[in-house]
């Protein structure tokens, strides 16, 4: 067991690392995310009565779009000195790699929603203390973590890397996107009608299945 | 039930081989599609409700239930790709998705122009309207993949795991369509509301129409693997002279 998860933790720690010393991928995300709310501000107009229906959509376009920059980077930075076949060639299963670079996407993206999160609530008017809404973004973030590595993972090999990641990813996590705006409606007292005990299982289940699929496909994209 | 599955693919794949079959495909699906004109516009009776608008229906819904026919098939062939290794198998996912890409585009259409008169409006959030939508979104994705890929085994991989993950993503999306639906309730009828009635006539000409193009949708998928075969000849043969003519 610990010689399946210390290449993760191993992993993990490099980029962490490389995080903490260069410290240009949290800053340059985190501005990009308030600037999308900030530009969503002045495009809707958003008035006070309109919080509730409006403040959990701004809240994960911003989130979304933020993680899709960072995901970018994540296999750019692997990439540069030749660093992703340096990894390849390690004696470590790709299911370890696979995860290792999504646990780090992941915990990158958290941080940066976690700093936003109270920016955001300043800015836009709504209570962030809710153990719906702590519980939505982790689900959320690990399927945005999980699907975009693996997206990442190919885009960084094509010709146009930037904007194939989008393409692949938006549709294909679109419903974790619906799912965590409806939750994070009801976190800041909006109503829906199906309530949470259909969303959450539905990311449960979104996260499940492709942390089953992923690492699988992810050691035949890798292979060469 | 895998049997039979199995057993078409294969026999698509044989018919993309054969030169022979392909134009007795041609010919049959062109004779079928005149025949299905003329049923759906002559034969078929006028909706008492929905007027002639409604024979947009028999062109509609089997050419929608087709792409999603296609996009199966991209799935399956993915999966055994990936297993097999085998190019024919990646040639079918790529036939397959490419006319998935055209039906569904023409579905999305015919959909658009039906929802004008009957709904009165030309769009709406309706779940079945938005998954197609999103469907197209993942295979025009998947088609750029292949075109963007550094290399052939590449793009050849990287399309498969598209085909598999969009396709295994689609009944999320369903569902998360119809859920987040249920907040506004839909201030329209859904396409097959009407689905009681549908008299015998009408029944029999949509099956029609199924087969119709059912065999059609069989003829491009085989005719674009074989132009698919020849390409690749074509390049091998190309590779060689380049490589006789170096020695020389």
């Avoid at chain 1, 989008?166 to 909006?190: D, K, M």
């Avoid at chain 1, 005990?197 to 690492?215: M, T």
Wanted: overall charge neutral; glycine content about 6%; charged content about 10%.
């Amino acid at each position: 067991m610990t010689a399946f998860f210390q290449p993760i933790l191993v992993l993990l720690w490099k980029d962490i690392l490389l995080e903490v010393r260069s410290k240009d991928l949290v800053i340059s995300v985190g501005v990009f995310g308030l600037l999308v709310a900030v530009i969503f501000n002045f495009a809707l107009n958003v008035s006070p009565q309109q919080i509730t229906s409006l403040a959990p959509g701004i809240l994960w376009v911003a989130y979304s779009f933020a993680g899709v920059l960072a995901m970018n980077r994540t296999f750019m930075r692997e990439r540069e000195q030749g660093g992703l076949e340096g990894l390849l060639l390690t004696p470590v299963s790709r299911d370890a790699i696979f995860l290792g670079k999504a646990m780090a996407s992941f915990s990158f993206m958290l941080l940066v929603e976690v700093v936003l999160l109270p920016v955001f609530a300043v800015l836009l008017g709504f209570s962030i203390l809710s153990w719906t809404l702590a519980v939505t973004i982790v689900l959320a973030t690990l399927g945005f973590a999980v699907v975009g590595t693996l997206f990442s993972a190919i885009a960084v090999q094509t010709r146009s890397r930037e904007l194939m990641l989008p393409v692949l990813f938006f549709p294909v996590i679109l419903p974790v996107i619906i799912g965590a705006v409806q939750l994070t409606t009801v976190a800041v007292g909006g109503e829906i009608s199906v309530g949470l005990n259909r969303w959450l299982p539905l990311l449960g289940i979104f996260d499940a299945l492709f942390l089953v699929i992923c690492p699988w496909v992810f050691s035949v994209v890798t292979e060469e | 039930m895998r049997t039979i599955v199995w057993a078409s693919l294969d026999t698509l794949i044989a018919i993309g081989g054969n030169y022979r079959a392909r134009h007795v495909l041609l010919v049959l699906a062109g004779l079928l599609m005149l025949a299905d004109l003329y049923l759906m516009l002559m034969v078929a009776p006028t909706d008492s409700v929905l007027g002639q608008v409604q024979r947009i229906f028999y062109f509609h819904v089997p050419i929608a239930v087709m792409s999603f026919l296609a996009f199966f098939v991209v799935f399956l062939a993915s999966v055994v790709f990936l297993v097999r290794r085998s190019p024919v198998w990646d040639r079918l996912a790529h036939a397959s998705a490419e006319v998935g890409v055209v039906f569904v585009t023409l579905a999305l259409i015919t959909g658009v122009i039906w929802a004008r008169p009957i709904w009165n409006t030309w769009w709406t959030w309706e779940p079945r309207l938005t998954t197609t939508l999103i469907l197209w979104l993942i295979y025009v994705a998947y088609l750029m993949i292949r075109s963007y890929a550094p290399s052939r085994p590449q793009a050849q991989i990287y399309a498969a795991v598209v085909g598999i993950v969009g396709f295994v993503d689609v009944p999320i999306v369903y569902y998360s369509v119809i859920w987040w639906r249920s907040i506004h309730p839909s201030p329209v009828v859904g396409p097959l509301a009407g689905d009681g009635a549908l008299n015998s006539t009408m029944f029999a000409v949509l099956l029609f129409s199924f087969l119709t193009f059912l065999v059609f949708f069989t003829y491009l998928v085989a005719e674009r693997m074989a132009i698919m075969d020849s390409e690749d000849r074509l390049r091998q043969v190309r590779l060689s002279l380049r490589r006789s003519q170096g020695q020389t």
